[in-house]
C-alpha cells in the first residue's frame, strides 16, 4: 500500500505541474491573439521590407507575409488566426479537465483508499474528456479544411489510439466500481 501512496503522489505532482502550464498556455494564447491583432490594424506600408511570416498546419503552409508584402487579405489572416487560436484553446482546456480529474483520482490514493465510492465516476468522466477531446479534435480538423483548403479533406481523421483509450478508461472505471463494491461490504463487514 505504500508504493501506491508515493507513486499517486508523484502522479499528482505532474498532474499539477501539467494543470499550472496549462493555465500558462491559455496566458500565451490571448497575448499571441493581441500581438496578431495589432499586426493586422498596422498599415501594411508600416511593416519591414524584410518580413515573412508563414504557419504551418501538417503538411501545408499558409503563407501570410512575404518580402514585406501580405500574402493573404486580412479578414483572411484574422480568421486564420482566430481559429488556431480556437483550436489551441479547445486542447488545453480538455487537458485542463483531464488533468483536474486525475488530481480527484488520486487524492484517496495518496492516503492508501483506492476503491473510496466515487472514484468509478471520476474515472468515467475521465474517459468522457478523453472521448471529447477525440471526437472535438477531428471536427475541428474537418472544419479547418474546409475553412483552410490548404489541408487535405481526406487526411482528417479519428484518432483510434483516444477511441482505444477511453475505452480502456472506460474498462477501469468498471473494475474500480467493483473494487468499490468490495471495499462497501469489507467496510460493513468490521
Do not use: W
Not at 498599415?43 to 518580413?51: A, F
Not at 483536474?100 to 473510496?116: D, T
Not at 477531428?138 to 474546409?146: D, E, G, H, V
Amino acid at each position: 500500500m505504500e508504493k501506491l501512496t508515493k507513486t499517486a503522489r508523484v502522479v499528482d505532482v505532474f498532474a499539477k505541474i501539467l494543470f499550472i502550464f496549462c493555465i500558462v498556455a491559455i496566458c500565451m494564447l490571448v497575448v499571441a491573439n493581441i500581438f496578431m491583432a495589432v499586426a493586422v490594424s498596422l498599415p501594411i506600408d508600416d511593416l519591414p521590407k524584410s518580413l515573412s511570416m508563414v504557419f504551418s498546419l501538417d503538411d501545408s503552409d499558409f503563407v501570410v507575409f512575404e518580402n514585406g508584402q501580405m500574402m493573404v487579405t486580412k479578414q483572411q489572416f484574422a480568421v486564420y488566426v482566430l481559429s488556431v487560436s480556437i483550436t489551441e484553446a479547445i486542447g488545453v482546456v480538455i487537458l485542463m479537465i483531464g488533468a483536474k480529474l486525475v488530481r480527484r483520482i488520486l487524492s484517496p490514493m495518496k492516503e492508501g483508499r483506492p476503491f473510496e465510492e466515487g472514484i468509478s465516476e471520476i474515472i468515467k468522466k475521465f474517459g468522457h474528456v478523453v472521448l471529447a477531446g477525440t471526437v472535438i479534435g477531428a471536427f475541428i480538423q474537418f472544419l479547418l479544411s474546409i475553412v483552410f483548403t490548404a489541408i487535405d479533406a481526406e487526411s482528417v481523421s479519428i484518432s483510434v489510439v483516444g477511441i482505444f483509450a477511453a475505452i480502456v478508461i472506460y474498462l477501469i472505471s468498471y473494475i474500480f466500481r467493483y473494487g468499490e463494491e468490495l471495499q462497501k461490504q469489507a467496510d460493513e463487514t468490521l
